[in-house]
T-cell receptor, first 111, second 116 residues
Framework: GNSVTQMEGPVTLSEEAFLTINCTYT??????LFWYVQYPGEGLQLLLKATKADDKGSNKGFEATYRKETTSFHLEKGSVQVSDSAVYFCALIDGGFKTIFGAGTRLFVKA | EAQVTQNPRYLITVTGKKLTVTCSQN?????MSWYRQDPGLGLRQIYYSMNVEVTDKGDVPEGYKVSRKEKRNFPLILESPSPNQTSLYFCASSLITQGEMNTEAFFGQGTRLTVV
């Protein structure tokens, strides 16, 4: 079945460091891919998305590129801030009506 | 403001005492869903609904019920809660366009349920 695998956390970085959170997926078709972010005490909110191969989603300095050949959608940011501390979820919709989420990766950014 | 509203935010109850968590959205979305979030397991779907009077099981439906009598509301019902249903619950809604759902999900702020 379809699935999403994220790197385990927590990830701890110093402010202004480069961030990569790996995400790979298994899907039978051509899924739409998403990154959601969950700040403490809140629900998930969309960070960025890509709906076809080679698309790049971007928002708030975060980027992810839909790589069909490696079935990956890694999240990157060039310079993280303390305010980026949160849990990040990779997710896919496989053309049906179900969103499949990864387990989430907690990010801590130290000042 | 577009939003999904869940109530209550926090709930402590005893085993076997029926409870309902309400969810309401103001975006006229067709699709609504309930998830539970547990450490190390991410979000698991409990039930979903594609429109009024249309509901179906997700991955972990045991012990839960839902109803969709109005488009905006999608309550989650625990008829006889047990301690293994202690979790963080999220309601979400999405738009279905041209018969597909490839748009973002909008989430409520969550309900932290403790069953003792």
């Amino acid at each position: 079945g379809n699935s999403v695998t994220q790197m385990e956390g927590p990830v701890t970085l110093s402010e202004e460091a480069f961030l990569t959170i790996n995400c790979t997926y298994t899907a039978t078709g051509y899924p739409s891919l998403f990154w959601y972010v969950q700040y403490p005490g809140e629900g998930l909110q969309l960070l960025l998305k890509a709906t076809k191969a080679d698309d790049k989603g971007s928002n708030k300095g975060f980027e992810a590129t839909y790589r069909k050949e490696t079935t990956s959608f890694h999240l990157e940011k060039g310079s993280v801030q303390v305010s980026d501390s949160a849990v990040y979820f990779c997710a896919l919709i496989d053309g049906g009506f179900k969103t499949i989420f990864g387990a989430g990766t907690r990010l801590f950014v130290k000042a | 403001e577009a939003q999904v509203t869940q109530n209550p935010r926090y709930l402590i109850t005893v085993t076997g005492k029926k409870l309902t968590v309400t969810c309401s959205q103001n975006m006229n979305h067709e699709y609504m869903s309930w998830y539970r979030q547990d450490p190390g397991l991410g979000l698991r779907q409990i039930y979903y609904s594609m429109n009024v009077e249309v509901t179906d099981k997700g991955d972990v439906p045991e012990g839960y019920k839902v109803s969709r009598k109005e488009k905006r509301n999608f309550p989650l019902i625990l008829e006889s809660p047990s301690p293994n249903q202690t979790s963080l619950y999220f309601c979400a809604s999405s738009l279905i366009t041209q018969g597909e759902m490839n748009t973002e999900a909008f989430f409520g702020q969550g309900t932290r349920l403790t069953v003792v």
